[in-house]
């Protein structure tokens, strides 16, 4: 027979889920709270291999990696020229383990080429 957690221990281990493991990095691509001209992606590649990841978080091995994904753009939370990016260059970032690693895309620019995968916030353990 199968038991149910209660709910209330479900919701006290929940936090522990979105801390990265001490010996690997988090990437979080996706805020519940949008940033002002950066914009969530979907992390589709690694290192030349295609993925899929969860954009709330992911962990990923401590050291140098390339990441490509496909951003969604919201004219909401920036002022910039709206339309999907193109051509827009990876993110090649030396990932620390224990650390969470916040990634969007910067399109504060209104040129589409002038876009850019970025960190832009590092939560240290």
């Known amino acids: ?11 006290l ?22 940033v002002q001209c950066i914009a969530p992606i ?3 590649n690694i290192d030349g291999k295609l993925v899929r ?10 050291g140098k990696h390339t990441l490509v994904g496909t951003a969604r753009v919201d004219s909401r939370n920036c002022s910039t020229f709206r339309g999907s990016p193109r051509d827009v260059p990876a993110l090649e970032y030396e990932f620390k ?25 590092i939560q240290e353990p």
């Open 1 to 11: 027979m199968l038991t149910r957690i209660p709910a209330i221990v479900f919701l």
């Open 13 to 34: 281990l929940l936090p522990f889920s979105a801390v990265a493991n001490k010996e690997m990095a988090r990437v979080i691509t996706d805020t519940a709270k949008p």
């Open 42 to 44: 979907d992390v589709y």
């Open 53 to 62: 990841k969860n954009a709330m978080g992911f962990d990923i091995e401590p």
């Open 97 to 121: 383990a224990g650390h969470t690693y916040f990634i969007g895309l910067n399109h504060k620019a209104a040129g589409q080429k002038d876009w850019f995968f970025e960190v832009w916030r």
